[in-house]
């Protein structure tokens, strides 16, 4: 019998706060690239080197955390509330592990981060301690995501989404008072800061939160749920697939860098702009995963593939809508991001690129959760591998350096990416939507 069930409005009464949250996150990186454009132009460059390492290290750690957020709500599905807790706490110690383990990577690295890609020492050195000042908020992130996805997966995402703007509050006053002196590193510590608020207050609400007992938070003897091994099935290739998507961004970001200072300058205000924009999406595929996950923890496999396409295609109409509003305020975009007039104008003129990538690259985050809920864990990872390993860095070399288009051939390298990805993983769950995945508990 085919699900007669509409997911419209449970899909939106989720992804509207995840989205707010997830905006909340970019929103941080948006506002330290434009405290530091407009009070500190000149080191923009290292702000945006300083991010890319760290962008691949914190990316893929929590993609490494998604299993909490699939298996909690799958564990909800089949009628085990405390198997979410059990989820959550086993999900904050893999945080704690992946964030240390990602903060002294960076530290070990160092320079060597820049200067093995071909970045000039004079822009690597100014770069290296931005970098290194980030890495310390790694694990606080990570503790933030891990209560988020247990949050989300329990339907309860507005908490998380107070916190993160409260938050990002912390983090511009924090910027306003340190970038003056001290530029783009300032900006990394107020980032630190604001993440120290952000983990501290969210696992606070966590520990007090409604329903904590039935949820398993309060109270772990004698729960059952998922154990590190199924995190670990889910979240491995999540992470091996977002760190592969974040190392080839900033792979990208190294071939802006080879080009010139401007050039890079202009790549990380368009991708932090896309970025904010990307969050909409990641707000629709998170409510999309715990949806997709509950039917099929209540062995509901129509209405799995339905609240599937109900995302993908709502994604749509999202990026759609953000596109347009890119094209109108393109402009005045360009000048709330930068001082620079010159740097302002290049920016505006490639709007219209970068509201081209929306689409696509909506559509493939959302189809890649909703494959992974079904337990399709790998086939998104190699789509991306595909995609944005193999094709997106060579086609953005080719482009940009080789033929001399600059920003603009970076943005092009993006988009055709993004459409093979797309078409990838929508031909996959077109192909499974009817089956019913196989699955265990733990």
Not at 42 to 49: F, S, T, Y
Not at 157 to 166: A, E
Not at 278 to 307: P, Q, W, Y
Not at 387 to 397: E, K, Q
């Amino acid at each position: 019998m085919v699900s007669r069930t509409s997911f419209v409005a449970p899909l939106l009464r989720i992804a509207g706060p995840v989205a707010l949250a997830r905006l909340g996150i970019i929103g941080m990186a948006l506002v330290d690239v434009i405290v530091v454009g407009q009070l500190a132009p000149d080191e923009l460059p290292h702000q945006a080197l300083g991010w890319a390492p760290t962008a691949v290290f914190l990316v893929g750690a929590i993609g490494l955390l998604q299993g909490v957020q699939v298996l909690a709500a799958r564990s909800i599905g089949e009628g085990n509330r405390q198997g979410a807790g059990v989820a959550l706490r086993r999900g904050l110690v893999l945080a704690l592990i992946a964030g240390v383990l990602s903060a002294a990577l960076m530290w070990l690295g160092g320079e060597r981060l820049f200067t093995v890609f071909g970045i000039e020492e004079a822009l690597a050195g100014p770069s290296t301690p931005v970098m290194q000042v980030l890495a310390f908020s790694i694990p606080l992130h990570l503790l933030y995501i891990a209560g988020t996805y247990f949050l989300e997966a329990i339907k309860k995402p507005g908490i998380s989404t107070v916190v993160m703007w409260l938050a990002n509050g912390v983090n511009l006053g924090l910027n306003l008072l340190w970038v003056p002196e001290h530029g783009a590193i300032g900006s990394a510590w107020a980032t630190v800061g604001a993440r120290v608020f952000l983990a501290g207050v969210l696992l606070i609400c966590i520990y007090f939160v409604r329903d904590g007992v039935t949820f398993g938070v309060r109270k772990a003897k004698g729960a059952n749920g998922p154990g590190y091994g199924a995190l670990l099935g889910v979240g491995a290739a999540a992470a091996v697939s977002q760190a592969v998507e974040a190392g080839a961004f900033s792979a990208m970001t190294v071939v802006a860098g080879r080009i010139g200072a401007d050039v890079v300058a202009a790549y990380q205000i368009l991708l932090n702009l896309m970025a904010f924009v990307f969050m909409v999406a990641l707000g629709l595929a998170a409510a999309t995963a715990v949806l997709v996950s509950e039917a099929i923890g209540r062995n509901a496999s129509n209405d799995a593939a339905r609240a599937g396409w109900t995302g993908i295609w709502l994604n749509v109409i999202g990026m759609l809508l953000c596109a347009v509003g890119i094209l109108v305020f393109a402009h005045p975009i360009g000048r709330a991001y930068t001082a620079d007039f010159e740097l302002a104008a290049l920016i505006a003129s490639l709007m219209w690129v970068a509201a081209l990538v929306l689409v696509p690259d909506g559509t493939q985050v959302v189809a890649a959760s909703a494959l992974r809920a079904r337990s399709d864990n790998w086939f998104p990872t190699f789509s991306h591998i595909l995609a944005y390993a193999v094709v997106m860095p060579v086609l953005g070399y080719w482009l940009a350096e080789h033929e001399g288009m600059g920003v603009s051939g970076l943005m092009f390298a993006i988009f055709w990416s993004s459409v093979i990805s797309a078409a990838v993983l929508l031909v996959r769950w077109w192909a499974i939507g009817g089956n019913q995945p196989k699955h265990t508990p733990g």
